[in-house]
């Protein structure tokens, strides 16, 4: 290879034109493997398994999640993106724990004609988001596959024994509180579809959720939260989770769910923004059920640690087990798995 | 669905016909979350995400390793084969580590039409070895896909900076030792595509290999072992890791790896035996190099704990970084990774 035909792009040196299988296994992992030290991984990518020493006092948290071409996305879609979103689906369920994420394992299927940086964006995608949170690449798998196929597996750490559950004791008047954006990862893929212009914070969220790491250790470390999960298959699905499953119903309010924005992308694309907030998911924020008195507690502590309160009440648990939503107008909408009754 | 359509298969009760896409994601993972309490294990399947509780003063050993239809199984597959060898492959890094495996967790993408004891005997075949060695399922992730896709995380403990390396130092006149079969599972290969009958040792060997969780634990107990790695991608890959890579060659006595049976395999096949030996892997034998002194201490540990000493010497350090082989002939043969050479 002439060195003419190297270049540099993100801080790797790399050489144009190289296929996956011009490197074989070992030489395509070790390009993946990051040479700096990290805390607590003692043994990385290159062995039979890695090692790490995990802090005393801490329980391991651990989800693992696959993205497969065709199913969630396309053969031409960026690469970087794939990488990216599949690491927002696993720090949100950490997330979602209250726990801290510390290290990623990458199972990859792979067409060995695919260049080289195709496979290096995803992982520049994967990092771009782990690297904001501290975690790291400590080991994987890479075979020959047609469609590429991508499986992470992460693992975090929570002080011991309080990981936040969506199984739990609730009670009637307990808040039912979200953290980030709500409805707008749905909006967004429309706006996409239906190639609208001005929504670009919808557009964004669709593209490149965010996942509410920091949010879910301040949440975890006001000790008021009840039950918690991560928004990744809509409203209505976690209120029937962390709600319905735990004996009560939950009653919410439009005035803190309603947004113009939403309103304005559905009625342009013919649709009804409550879709976007109770069927949409993939916005990946975090729906708590707290205590009635701890939750000046909890925005205290979000605005000490984030200069922004962010959290929105938008509803309380109620005797009964269903979900009505109390409309802008005061008339009142029972929420179900196949649609809307209005009474 | 009616009584007569349901019957009981190896300890479950299911629908007859039933596919997965009747069953919806949570149904499906749900059916494979087993119910008892597992010691360590806070919160399994139906979470975001798994909570374990490592004990004090061990390290995590995590390995992660992917199978798909058509480079490693074919669609007819056994799916009860295609789960066994995928945690044989698991267990075995974690062996390799002198580690205990502990929990796994699963990412499956599968075709929607296929029925679900498909499934269940992909999961029967992944527990009939990982409970033999008292390590369960804690999590997965299951995906929609045309082909069959496989990905298995383990987790392990091993005490606190015990755990085995393939990198570290050596010196000249220690021992290679081997434990488990060797070659046998190439010529099992060769067996069955050449349908030769009485080979029922290495057809086994093939389709069932075992991983060696019980010697790699009680290879690090000795304290002995300088260097270890399972051999998975041959006996060659093995020695170039473990010795050669740490700056020494090594000398291998074929007396010690001769075996009648293998070379029959070979003569019936028109292949060297030595093949089988030094290309073959998927073994999922031990290799380490062990300190001379320490070896009686070894096979004193071993014998104790299995009634069978089990190990073989077959080889030991020298200087030069090359693999000699001393024939049976007392002639000398060096193995190179693109063959042999006599001399």
Known sequence: MRNEDRCRISGYRYEKMLKIKDLGEFGFINRLNPKETVTGLKLGIGDDAAVISPPEGFDLVITTDMLMEGKHFLSDTNPYAIGYRSMCANLSDIAAMGAIPKFYFISLGIDPERDFDYV???YNGLNSLALQFNT???GGDTI?????????TLIGYVEKSMAIKREGKIEAKDLIVYIGPLGYSGAGLEVIKNKIDGFDEQVEAFLYPYPQVIAGRILLQSKVVRVMMDNSDGLSNCIENLVIKNGFGALLFEKQIFDE???AIAEATNKD???F???GGEDFGLVAVVEKDGFLD???????????????VIGEVIEGEKIVLKRLNDSFLVIEKSGYVQF
Do not use: C, G, P, Q
């Open 273 to 275: 923004y409550l879709d």
């Open 120 to 122: 290096e964006n995803i």
């Open 144 to 152: 020959k596959s047609e469609k590429t196929v991508l499986s992470i």
């Open 261 to 263: 924005r939403l309103d």
């Open 277 to 279: 907030v109770f069927n």
């Open 136 to 138: 790291h690449l400590a």
């Open 298 to 312: 909890l925005t205290y502590f979000l605005e000490r640690a984030l200069f922004d309160s962010k959290v929105k």
